[in-house]
């Protein structure tokens, strides 16, 4: 397996506690699969991916569960909220999501998809996210 990066956001800062609430955590792999957990989120939500979904990806239905978009752009704008995001429409978040059998996602490199989540929520880029302007 290949490189794999996590940022979290918790306690208002990236490098902050995943185990606080609201927290975001994104954990990057090889560049093409970007898994996103969100907490708090309503039962049965709080996990997509960006890039591909590795389902896809690996052409494994074990490698993940299935992901309702709709659902999870929903769930993830009102999480927006809760760290002081404005105006987070759903539809610019689904537009981001990973959808099932994708042959090439609209950016080369999930990190840029990651980054463009990331300014969508109005937080900073963490460091060590490749394109990142080093905001902490």
């Known amino acids: 397996m290949g490189s794999t990066e996590k940022f979290v956001y918790g ?15 994104i954990t990057v792999q090889d560049g093409d699969i970007a898994t996103v957990d ?6 049965g939500l ?8 590795p ?12 992901v309702d978009l ?16 404005v105006d987070v429409e759903a539809k610019h978040v689904r ?8 042959d090439e996602p609209e950016d080369t ?3 840029e998809t ?5 300014r969508l929520v109005g937080l900073p880029i963490p460091d060590g996210l490749e394109g990142g302007d080093d905001l902490v």
């Open 46 to 53: 709080g996990r997509f991916y960006l890039g591909f979904q």
């Open 114 to 118: 990651v980054e463009r989540l990331v």
């Open 95 to 102: 537009r981001l999501l990973a959808a099932e059998h994708v």
């Open 70 to 85: 709709g659902a999870e752009a929903e769930a993830f704008a009102e999480w927006a909220l809760l760290v002081g995001a």
């Open 38 to 43: 969100y907490r708090p989120a309503p039962d």
């Open 11 to 25: 306690g208002g800062e990236w490098g902050g506690d995943a185990s606080v609430t609201p927290s975001l955590s």
């Open 55 to 66: 389902r896809d990806y690996f052409d494994d239905p074990a490698e993940s569960d299935p």
């Open 109 to 111: 490199f999930v990190e």
